[in-house]
Nanobody
């Protein structure tokens, strides 16, 4: 099993910044792709950003140039630096990780979510 614990959410004014963190723990062998997703009230969960184990990144168009995803492979952690926040960024943010346990299968895990609220 893999446990993902997020932190760093909160309330910020429009134009402000927040940094989300997600730490993975458990008895896994490897962590592959990691990423951040968000879900606003009444909407489907959507991709925000992803990062591979080698550091390749991908972003939703709505956050390009404002958000930066990074990871610390030695500590099995990932981060999301969010700048120039807008009210439409308000959502519950979830981290995701793909892990294996020494065999060929890979499994995805989700964090519990952290609320980000941007006031206008």
């Amino acid at each position: 099993q893999v446990q993902l614990v997020e932190s760093g959410g909160g309330l910020v004014q429009s134009g402000g910044s927040l940094r989300l963190s997600c730490a993975a723990s458990g008895t896994f062998a490897s962590i592959y792709d990691m990423g951040w997703y968000r879900q606003s009230t009444g909407l489907r969960r959507e991709l925000v950003a992803t990062i591979t184990s080698s550091g390749n990144t991908d972003y939703a168009d709505s956050v390009k140039g404002r958000f930066t995803i990074s990871r610390d492979n030695a500590n099995n952690a990932q981060y999301l630096q969010m700048n120039s926040l807008k009210p439409e960024d308000t959502a519950v943010y979830y981290c995701k990780a793909i892990a294996s346990f020494g065999g060929p299968n890979k499994y995805q895990y989700w964090g519990q979510g952290t609320q980000v609220t941007v006031s206008s």
